[in-house]
């Protein structure tokens, strides 16, 4: 069955930086589309980033567009998200999430979503 | 970027009831919305997309409508299991957008 597994996450200053990881497992991986979305604390969802298939397309939200960078390694089945100079307001719940088609060229609901790993941005 | 509102932002009803909530966009959007439910502490579980489509698995009393900048969730009888929150996303354009989610309650 298809499984996502977030880690990384923890307590970090302002200004620092993080590395989420997203093992997958259960799918081939290297043929479809991810996507990071977060989820600040009592609050709704907030999509992050996409990465395609093959890692040739990337999209990101204004928020962090400059700060965080996703990744992948398809030889390792894992999905990745660098996150520099974080903020206050970047701590939540941060997902991985699977596209619903495969090899999508347009974008895609979500059908499998990790259990999250939280961050939290605090001095 | 597209707005999604969702209205009501809060709903209370009870077991058996039919309730809809409403998901309207910005701009026209075609088809390219999905819905999710969320239970507390869980990940987002896909309901429906391309706005009318059951995800496999999801039960027949969960369905969508609607098309251009007005959509719709209808849970026909309520049942225990679907008290959570619900969101809507639109797919039609990056960056993907959420709808800022609809609290349904047990009355």
């Known amino acids: 069955q298809v499984q996502l597994v977030e880690s990384g996450g923890g307590v970090v200053q302002p200004g620092g930086s993080l590395r989420l990881s997203c093992a997958a497992s259960?799918?081939?991986?290297?043929?479809?589309?991810m996507h990071w979305v977060r989820q600040a604390p009592g609050k709704g969802l907030e999509w992050v980033a996409f990465?395609?298939?093959?890692?040739?397309?990337?999209n990101s939200a204004d928020s962090v567009k400059g700060r965080f960078t996703i990744s992948r390694d398809n030889s390792k089945n894992t999905l990745y998200l660098q996150m520099n100079s974080l903020r206050t307001e970047d701590t939540a719940v941060y997902y991985c999430?699977?596209?619903?088609?495969?090899?999508?060229?347009?974008?895609?609901?979500?059908?499998?979503w990790g259990q999250g790993t939280l961050v939290t941005v605090s001095s | 970027d597209i707005q999604l509102t969702q209205s009501p932002s809060f709903l209370s009803a009870s077991v058996g009831d039919r309730v809809t909530i409403t998901c309207r966009a910005s701009?026209?959007?075609?088809?390219?919305l999905a819905w999710y439910q969320q239970k507390p502490g869980k990940a987002p579980k896909l309901l429906i997309y391309?706005?009318?489509t059951l995800q496999s698995g999801v039960p027949s009393r969960f369905s969508g409508s609607g098309s251009g900048t007005e959509f719709t969730l209808t849970i026909s009888s309520l049942q225990p299991e679907d008290f959570a929150t619900y969101y809507c996303?639109?797919?039609?354009?990056?960056?993907?957008?959420f709808g800022q989610g609809t609290r349904l309650e047990i009355k």
């Open positions: 391309a706005a009318s």
């Open positions: 996303q639109q797919l039609n354009s990056y960056p993907s957008t």
């Open positions: 999430a699977k596209d619903f088609t495969i090899f999508g060229v347009v974008m895609m609901p979500f059908d499998y």
């Open positions: 990465i395609r298939y093959d890692g040739s397309n990337k």
């Open positions: 259960g799918f081939t991986f290297r043929s479809y589309g």
């Open positions: 701009q026209g959007i075609s088809s390219y």
